[in-house]
């Protein structure tokens, strides 16, 4: 199902694991302004502290996806989104937070002896990058529901900000399918379903370029 109407990000569960705590991304002590400062600079001079953490290349590739998708949507001269000056820290926020490891969910290994697993966190940044691969759209916040590590069914929660390049359902069923792709080919969850949550929308506007504010118009 989706939430089609804008609102305030969820805040994360009062349950949520806290195991980055002080340490920063993936321990690093690190946060997602030294990483943005990083990519500035494109990972020059080299930085084996997050060259070699998957957290923070996991946050480095979320940080190239909400660039390149914030260029692309003002790169045309006759329309600009209209966006609030806040969205990008709201994104930033979800970002860091997916990022936390969480618990261990179980895959089935060919040896019986042999025990794997994938991290809560790689599956939260899974459903993000499959959610950023949609055009328009940049995922803000994911979250599972359910007791994943025993096997049972989960609900899938992804909070989405979105230009109007095309409709809304259209945009949710996408990021829906998408997301619904990525988990049945790289997981064994039992999802249950995949709930898509619109918490900003920018419209495109035209006329801007006039710098009167005249002929404004918006596109759906």
Same mark, same amino acid.
């Given at each position: ?94 970002? %860091? ?25 790689? @599956?939260?940044?899974? *459903? ?5 691969? *949609? ?29 109007? @390049? ?8 996408? *990021? ?21 949550? *619109? ?18 118009? %918006?596109?759906?």
């Amino acid at each position: 199902m989706s939430d089609l109407e804008p609102g305030a990000p969820a805040a994360p569960p009062p349950d949520a694991p806290d195991d980055q705590g002080p340490g920063g991304i993936g321990g690093t002590g690190l946060g997602m302004a030294e990483l943005g400062e990083y990519l500035d600079a494109d990972c020059l001079p080299p930085n084996p502290i997050i060259d070699e953490s998957p957290e923070c290349q996991a946050a480095l590739d979320g940080l190239r996806r909400m660039r390149a998708l914030s260029l692309d949507l003002v790169d045309d001269e006759a329309s600009r989104l209209a966006m609030p000056a806040d969205w990008i820290a709201r994104v930033l926020d979800g970002l %860091e937070t997916d990022l936390r490891a969480g618990r261990d969910l179980p895959l089935s290994a060919s040896d019986p002896a042999v025990e794997i697993t994938i991290s809560e966190g790689a @599956v939260r940044e899974l *459903v993000r990058a499959a959610g950023d691969g *949609v055009p328009g759209v940049i995922v803000g916040r994911v979250q599972l529901d359910g007791d994943a590590t025993a096997g049972e069914p989960v609900g899938v929660t992804v909070r989405i900000s979105a230009a109007l @390049v095309r409709p809304l359902a259209e945009l949710a069923d996408s *990021v829906r399918d998408a997301v619904n792709t990525a988990l049945l080919t790289h997981t064994e969850l039992a999802v249950t379903g995949i709930d898509v949550i *619109v918490d900003d929308v920018h419209p495109i506007v035209t006329g801007i370029e006039s710098g009167t504010g005249d002929g404004i118009e %918006e596109e759906s």
